[in-house]
């Protein structure tokens, strides 16, 4: 496997296998320049001790910027009187747009590496040193510090409790190294942290959320899909002013959660936001099978086999994929044709191309997917022997990172994927798919 492999680039950039950011743990960093981006509204005491905390940082302000990042407020925040390099940039009120806000303020940005703080969260003075050395380091690297929680009405502020849901998470999966399929749900807005190379590739926040909650979750499943490494940096700690929202007296929280949730289901494909098995227009696993070989009936018989399996989806493609579609006449969202847009494939956790007259099994999928994610393999190939067939089943994660730094290592797609995060081969037997050349008997 390729658990232990940093790939030292030609450019100054580390590249690691699967999601070992401990290999350059003790990496001295190099110096980049850090923009500061804080959505706003109407809070200009909590912005004021934020600033103020800015001010402080240990790494200085010579190469740091700060965006506040307005959402309509009536007034905008007055940003005088600090030592730290501060730029207000505005948008209309029409609503709650956090996600809007941040990717406003990350336009308006020059820095390298981009610093997600929230108004109401005063990060402690060395609080920039440790959330930017990871993405200074490695430009995949998706940060979160760790938020506190404090009254700031009292004089001390008093310290409150600190969220147990993330103080658990970072326990087992030791600081996001093995984050597994969730690591994404505990990667808060408040205190993140990555390159802007990661952050552009991406395409910021989805602006589509416009209530509180949820956009961070799917930012971080958006960047995971395009193969980010997912760290807890326990030392990057920042206060937030008030309880964790757990905690918080809100009468109305079961709606908000659910409201939230039906936000993130559409688009986030990990099998726990969709346990009631209904289907989204972005499945967990999209399937491109060649028509190439294949006869109507063959074509019918194939594609049956695949989605019966799960959350998958089904692109016909090929020379012939309109002709075959329109003869088969289906009235199945799941079987589409052409190539997959990039809002499914910025999203989906697999894709599998299928050659060949193969017929799946009802346990396929999850046979064959089950050696790849994280702290596992990239890529499976199904060995038919000389059968005139294949099926390939990769991780989006792989897929992603492996393209994103071919010039880097030098490699071909393949080998980029292989030496990031490893191969296997699956027996055809061993994960219940056959190939089956005779046109089938449809008729009843």
């Given at each position: 496997m390729t658990a232990d492999r940093v790939f030292r680039c030609a450019d100054g950039t580390v590249v690691v296998a699967d999601n070992r950011w401990d290999l350059v743990a003790d990496e001295p960093a190099p110096v980049r320049s850090i923009s500061v981006v804080i959505p706003y509204y109407e809070q200009p005491a909590q912005l004021h001790r934020v600033l103020t905390a800015l001010d402080a940082q240990t790494i200085g302000t010579d190469r740091v910027e700060v965006i506040v990042a307005d959402d309509g407020s009536t007034h905008p925040p007055d940003v005088r009187g600090h030592t730290a390099d501060v730029t207000v940039v505005r948008q209309a009120d029409n609503g709650f747009r956090a996600a809007a806000a941040r990717n406003l303020g990350a336009r308006a940005s020059s820095g390298e590496v981009l610093c997600f703080l929230d108004a109401d969260t005063v990060?402690?003075?060395?609080?920039?040193?440790?959330?930017a050395r990871l993405p200074s380091v490695m430009p995949d690297a998706l940060v979160v510090g760790r938020r506190r929680h404090a009254d700031f009405t009292t004089d001390p502020p008093t310290e409150l409790t600190e969220p147990q849901w993330l103080v658990d998470a970072y326990g087992w999966t030791e600081n996001l190294l093995r984050p597994g399929w969730t690591g994404y749900r505990y990667v808060i807005s408040a205190v993140m942290t990555c390159s802007r190379v990661l952050f552009d590739e991406v395409g910021g926040f989805d602006?589509?959320?416009?209530?509180?909650?949820?956009?961070?979750?799917?930012?971080?499943?958006?960047?995971?899909?395009?193969?980010?490494?997912?760290?807890?940096?326990?030392?990057?700690?920042?206060?937030?002013?008030?309880?964790?929202?757990?905690?918080?007296?809100?009468?109305?929280?079961?709606?908000?959660?659910?409201?939230?949730?039906?936000?993130?289901?559409?688009?986030?494909?990990?099998?726990?936001?969709?346990?009631?098995?209904l289907r989204h227009e972005v499945p967990d696993v999209v399937a491109r099978v060649s028509t190439a070989g294949h006869s109507p009936a063959s074509l019918y018989r194939t594609i049956a086999s695949i989605v019966r399996s799960g959350d998958v989806a089904v692109w016909l493609v090929g020379e012939d994929d309109e002709s075959m579609h329109d003869v088969l006449a289906l009235q199945d969202s799941r079987i589409r044709r052409g190539v997959p847009?990039?809002?499914?494939?910025?999203?989906?956790?697999?894709?599998?191309?299928?050659?060949?007259?193969?017929?799946?099994?009802?346990?396929?999928?999850?046979?064959?997917?089950?050696?790849?994610?994280?702290?596992?393999?990239?890529?499976?190939?199904?060995?038919?022997?000389?059968?005139?067939?294949?099926?390939?089943?990769?991780?989006?994660?792989?897929?992603?990172?492996?393209?994103?730094?071919?010039?880097r290592l030098e490699m071909t797609q393949d080998e980029a994927t292989a030496a990031l995060f490893g191969h296997v081969t699956v027996a055809a037997d061993d994960v219940d798919v056959a190939v089956v050349p005779e046109e089938p008997w449809l008729s009843w």
């Open positions: 990060p402690e003075p060395d609080y920039l040193e440790y959330a602006e589509s959320f416009t209530r509180y909650g949820g956009e961070d979750w799917e930012l971080a499943n958006r960047m995971t899909m395009a193969g980010a490494v997912l760290a807890h940096e326990s030392r990057a700690v920042a206060w937030h002013d008030g309880p964790d929202w757990a905690e918080r007296d809100t009468a109305r929280r079961t709606d908000a959660k659910n409201g939230e949730a039906l936000s993130l289901m559409p688009v986030i494909t990990e099998p726990a936001a969709r346990s009631a098995g847009g990039r809002h499914v494939l910025d999203r989906c956790r697999f894709v599998v191309d299928v050659t060949g007259r193969v017929v799946f099994g009802d346990t396929t999928l999850d046979a064959v997917t089950s050696p790849l994610g994280p702290g596992g393999a990239g890529v499976a190939d199904v060995a038919f022997g000389a059968a005139p067939a294949a099926v390939r089943v990769s991780t989006t994660r792989a897929l992603r990172r492996a393209q994103r730094h071919l010039a």
